[in-house]
């Protein structure tokens, strides 16, 4: 692949001659073109590929969204009576607003106690033991959901659970984990912190290390207490990490999927369904690939307006140093 | 301290190092008490696993084993095709890695040397699809594949993997802090870009590799949601698939089986995480793009 033959150096068999590669207008613009030709055809299967694979299909699913398609017809255009349909859909409407809960909750508990654990790992202690405690956090985060979601809904079960089991034992009820409408939920939420919350935790840990000792060194001379030392100092300086893995964690979890899909089908009743879960189910079981579709778009709008919405608000309120 | 004016008395030093030790110990048992809620699910697991099928549900539950039943891992092999779906695993979280380091590397390496029109617009471009969940592409991409007879077989899950906007931004950054000197040296000596990019640039680069190839692999290798969508024959699934249809297809029944299923699925990813965990937790923070 020659793709570009320097014009500036010549090169004799033994000797090499180096010549400025940038003299004479001519041979410059030459060479230019020569690199920019060479960089297009670097640049080219990434961008075939995110063309096909990414632009095409999100142009595509706006488009098949005021359709009607099952694959095997032709798409025949209905204007927007799918969004109709989903504003009146309730099951669509349950999804958004599980999801929602859903987002709201591990988001808060993950960093909440990411935080603490992160703070909690800056104390004194021997190097092996911070190691311990990274890879005991961490392990969760590269295994994937579907093995968790399998061994949670063992653990979780109302009659044979270990968790129920150990419950009864400290005199407390039998918990319907995955069994009704009002825990099913929370527990995908459980599922789903225990999780995520060593990726936020090691978030928190880089963040901790940017934070400069002297500012700590001063506060413990004039006798601030750690919890004022949280919420004075520690917080508003690594803002700028909360905020990031805010993001992070808001934008993962509005796509959640594999925890619920596993752990309870959705349900019972659509009591856990989730957004993605709607669309997986319009789109590839009812093969309403058209409405399906429609919530696609609609959770891709979703996703941005919360990018978009974080991004003002750490103008407002994030402290960067 | 030395130079604070009254010196204080020993009582009020020796209770400050009391409350302090107190606050640390406290500390701790609050981190051991977490770190076993995050360990325990893998030890029931592999304890589980290795409970005769009949016992593996009952309670109180066994954290040590005792039987060590192997035949479950045995099980796993003769109920279900579980060597063909970790040689799907393989084959595609391999497949996606090899892809998509030489359609990364290429684009970072323009982006980070290159000079060409549009170079700006263009690097935006690849990069708003860092916004773009899988779920609002995957409807078409379903189709796509259909039209182009791809439905159903490996390539499916691989193909669309090759392009990752992610990857190129990684090894753009990385490309923009070797120094210039070396490759300025073998331009002088007449070498191509081509020549450049392979010989001076990639093996420079090879951390970055590294962390791309690490990341890649483990997400691939857990992936679920296109795999279960992409694939709908049985010899076709990777890991994450039959598992689940594993755990469908015998029930309560067989925990043991099903979790022995689960722990060697886990195995590769362990065995990662002990040679690569800097890469590994490194790339991961640097990212933030782990789903």
């Known amino acids: ?84 349909r989903l504003a009146g859909d309730e099951r669509v409407i349950i999804s958004f607003r ?85 825990w099913s939920l929370f527990t995908i939420v459980l599922a789903s912190v225990w999780q995520r919350l060593g990726f936020t935790f090691i978030l928190f840990v880089a963040g901790l290390q940017n934070i400069p000792r002297d500012i700590y060194e001063a506060a413990s001379i004039d006798g601030v207490g750690p919890f004022t030392r949280l919420r004075t100092l520690t917080i508003p300086l690594l803002s700028p990490t909360i905020l990031f893995a805010t993001v992070i964690g808001v934008i993962a979890s509005l796509q959640v999927f594999e925890t619920p899909f596993i752990m309870t089908r959705g349900g019972p009743g659509d009591s856990s369904r989730t957004v993605v ?13 058209g ?9 891709f709008v979703v996703i941005m307006l919360f990018t978009l919405l974080q991004f003002w608000m750490s103008q407002r309120w994030v402290h960067y140093q | 301290m030395a130079f604070i004016v009254t010196p204080e008395p020993r009582r009020a030093v020796m209770l400050r190092r009391l409350r302090a030790s107190i606050a640390d110990g406290t500390v701790f048992l609050l981190l051991l008490g ?66 998509q380091l030489v359609t990364s590397a290429m684009a970072a390496y323009a982006f980070a040397r290159l000079r060409f029109p549009g170079k700006g617009m263009l690097f935006v471009v690849l990069m708003s699809s860092l916004m773009v969940p899988i779920q609002a592409t995957v409807i078409p991409i379903f189709v796509l594949l ?64 590294a962390v791309l190839a690490i990341l890649t692999f ?22 994450p698939v039959g ?17 022995a299923g689960v722990a060697l699925s886990l195995f590769p990813v362990l065995v990662l995480y002990i040679f690569t965990q800097r890469y590994l937790i490194e790339g991961i923070t640097l990212t933030g793009l782990k789903g």
């Open chain 1, 1 to 84: 692949m020659a793709l570009s033959d320097r014009p500036g150096s010549a090169s004799l068999p033994g000797m090499t001659v180096p010549v400025s590669p940038r003299s004479g207008t001519g041979s410059l613009r030459g060479e230019q073109r020569r690199e920019a030709r060479a960089a297009y055809v670097y640049l080219l299967p990434v961008f075939v590929l995110f063309v096909v694979f990414v632009a095409g299909p999100l142009i595509a699913s706006v488009v098949l969204s005021f359709t009607r398609y099952d694959v095997v017809s032709e798409p025949v255009g209905i204007g927007l009576d799918n969004y109709q």
């Open chain 1, 98 to 182: 599980n999801t929602f809960v859903f987002v709201i909750l591990s988001t808060l508990l993950e960093i909440t106690i990411a935080l603490l654990l992160a703070v909690g790992v800056q104390s004194r202690m021997p190097t092996f033991l911070r190691y311990v405690f990274r890879t005991a956090f961490f392990l969760p985060v590269i295994t994937s959901s579907t093995a968790i979601a399998i061994i949670f809904s063992y653990m979780f079960s109302r009659d044979f659970g270990v968790i129920n089991y150990y419950l009864v034992q400290l005199g407390f009820e039998r918990v319907p984990w995955l069994n009704s409408t009002q």
């Open chain 1, 277 to 289: 879960m709607m669309i997986q189910e319009s789109a590839f079981q009812n093969l309403e690939f």
């Open chain 1, 291 to 299: 409405y399906g579709s429609a919530i696609a778009v609609i959770l």
């Open chain 2, 34 to 99: 977490v770190s076993i809620v995050m360990m325990a699910p893998f030890i029931w697991m592999l304890s589980t696993s290795l409970r005769s099928p009949l016992q593996s549900f009952l309670l109180p539950p066994k954290w040590i084993p005792t039987d060590w039943q192997w035949d479950n891992y045995a099980a796993v092999f003769d109920q279900v095709p579980f060597f063909r779906f970790f040689l799907n695993s393989v084959l595609i979280s391999g497949a996606v890695v090899i892809g």
């Open chain 2, 146 to 209: 259909g039209e182009l007879r791809l439905a159903d077989t490996l390539w499916a899950v691989i193909l669309p993997g090759w392009s990752s906007a992610f990857g190129v931004f990684l090894l753009r950054q990385y490309f923009l802090t070797i120094p210039n000197d070396l490759e300025d040296a073998a331009r002088l000596d007449g070498a191509t870009h081509w020549r450049i990019f392979v010989d001076v640039v990639l093996p420079l680069a090879r951390p970055a590799l």
């Open chain 2, 218 to 239: 483990n997400q691939y290798w857990n992936e679920f949601f296109r795999p279960f969508i992409f694939l709908t024959s049985y010899e076709n699934f990777p890991l």
């Open chain 2, 243 to 259: 598992l689940v249809t594993l755990q469908g297809y015998l029930g309560n029944g067989s925990v043991a089986v099903v979790l």
